[in-house]
């Protein structure tokens, strides 16, 4: 349980001075009131770099520069567009949101964060987010770098693997709102700042941050104590082969199911052991080439992938799928380490 803490009555108002002073301000996404450009970032940039979601972003606002038009596209294009950014299902989510979006508000977002959460993968920080930048709402956002940020200010000591202290450290984040609407945008990029630069997650820079007098964290003398998840992810670690068939300039892609790892995304045959590869690749009369082993990080757990090279000198069907010319594959939406393999 975790102890009961006072509030800095300081603390927006320093915040918001800061982020006026030394905040970001010229990011794309950024000195925009379009919950369309809005939410787009934050959609991207849920467990991404800014420096990696700075192209993805202006090539998508190219392509779809209205949520009308991002409804239309079908959603192998904009999975296309989405290959190397990983998490995939934030790509199917904001297809499904934009559709939602065009057919059940007329294309236009609702302006309250309650309304934004019903929305297809939006969750409650990424509504608060759009409601506050775009629409002024006194309404408190908790992300990563928020929580990280709010938790040494108040040397919050709840274990945030619970749901009940979570839910403490929201009730704590909008009670430290600024007062006046037209602070919020400030507010609400000045946490973000403020995560992603100063108070990071290692060493945290205490002598240039502007709320540093009133840090409890700092007080006790280990602010990079907070925040505090017990909560350990266990990594798990899977094999599988990769049949990599060409002909005549060709590759040979299957479509992955719907669910699961890169669901929608084009890839390579995949195999749960050499064997099964080996039967598939006899029955074609393919004489395999052994190409280095890929290693690909993702979220739960580490993947080896062993790719078998073969050229066929006819183009045969093994399953389902079909025969991609090499010009054409960059209209598909293919994994960042098949994109590497065979590019």
């Known amino acids: 349980m975790s102890k009961e803490v006072s509030l800095p009555a300081d603390f927006a108002a320093l915040l918001v001075a800061w982020q006026r002073s030394h905040g970001r301000h010229e990011l794309p996404w950024q000195n925009t009131r379009d919950p369309y450009r809005v939410w787009l970032s934050e959609i991207m940039l849920q467990q991404t770099q800014v420096t990696t979601v700075l192209g993805y972003y202006q090539r998508f606002l190219a392509r779809f520069p209205s949520v009308i038009e991002l409804a239309a596209a079908p959603l192998d294009e904009v999975l296309t567009l989405w290959a190397g950014l990983g998490y995939y299902s934030r790509a199917r989510n904001l297809h499904r949101c934009a559709q939602a979006v065009a057919a059940e508000h007329g294309g236009e977002f609702p302006r309250s964060a309650a309304a934004l959460q019903e929305l297809p993968g939006i969750g409650r920080s990424t509504a608060a987010a759009v409601a506050s930048?775009?629409?002024?709402?006194?309404?408190?956002?908790?992300?990563?770098?928020?929580?990280?940020?709010?938790?040494?200010?108040?040397a919050f000591d709840g274990d945030l693997a619970s749901g009940a202290q979570e839910k403490k450290l929201w009730a704590y984040a909008q009670a430290l709102l600024p007062a006046a609407e037209a602070d919020m945008p400030a507010y609400t990029?000045?946490?973000?700042?403020?995560?992603?630069?100063?108070?990071?997650?290692?060493?945290?820079?205490?002598?240039?941050?502007?709320?540093?007098?009133?840090?409890?964290?700092?007080?006790?003398?280990?602010?990079?104590?907070?925040?505090?998840?017990?909560?350990?992810?266990k990594r798990g670690r899977r094999e599988n082969w990769w049949l990599w068939l060409e002909h005549e300039g060709s590759v040979w892609l299957q479509q992955r199911p719907?669910?699961?790892?890169?669901?929608?995304?084009?890839s390579l045959p995949l195999f749960d052991d050499e064997a099964a590869l080996d039967a598939q690749a006899r029955s074609l009369g393919a004489?395999?080439?052994?190409?280095?082993?890929?290693?690909?990080?993702?979220?739960?757990f580490d993947w080896v992938l062993h790719p078998r090279r073969a050229e066929l000198a006819q183009a045969a069907s093994p399953g389902e799928g079909r025969w991609v010319a090499r010009e054409e594959l960059a209209a598909y939406a293919l994994p960042a380490p098949l994109k590497r393999l065979i590019g």
């Open 133 to 154: 930048f775009c629409f002024g709402e006194r309404i408190a956002i908790l992300d990563g770098n928020v929580k990280r940020v709010l938790s040494r200010l108040l």
């Open 189 to 233: 990029q000045g946490l973000m700042d403020l995560g992603a630069s100063l108070c990071g997650a290692r060493a945290p820079q205490c002598l240039l941050c502007p709320v540093s007098e009133l840090c409890r964290g700092r007080a006790e003398g280990e602010p990079a104590r907070y925040p505090i998840k017990t909560k350990k992810l």
């Open 258 to 266: 719907d669910s699961g790892v890169w669901a929608g995304l084009w």
């Open 287 to 300: 004489a395999l080439e052994v190409m280095p082993r890929v290693e690909h990080a993702l979220t739960h």
